[in-house]
């Protein structure tokens, strides 16, 4: 198991890890905190707009985490709120 920090898709749960998906970008940075989005992967497609208060820690199974998210069952919330 790794530790990750992650956001969970709205609608699929899928987990995306920051530090490994190239599917999050910054989206409003004007506002005092900035917004990020997240747009998951085919079929689900899903929106999610969040804030770095927004993210948590995942334990992630090993060898899961290199596409870039993990799906329910592969993973494990740690921490209600790790930053923000
Ligand atoms: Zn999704």
């Known amino acids: 198991m790794a530790l990750y920090v992650g956001i969970m898709c709205a609608k699929c749960e899928r987990v995306f890890l920051v530090t490994m998906t190239s599917r999050i970008k910054r989206y409003d940075s004007r506002q005092d905190e900035s917004r990020y989005k997240l747009t998951?992967?085919?079929?689900?497609?899903?929106?999610?707009?969040?804030?770095?208060?927004?993210?948590?820690?995942?334990?992630?199974?090993?060898?899961?985490?290199?596409?870039?998210?993990?799906?329910?069952?592969?993973?494990?919330?740690?921490?209600?709120?790790?930053?923000?």
């Open 40 to 84: 998951c992967v085919s079929p689900c497609r899903a929106t999610t707009y969040f804030t770095r208060a927004d993210l948590r820690a995942y334990s992630v199974a090993a060898n899961c985490f290199l596409r870039g998210y993990v799906l329910p069952g592969e993973y494990e919330e740690l921490a209600k709120r790790v930053l923000g």
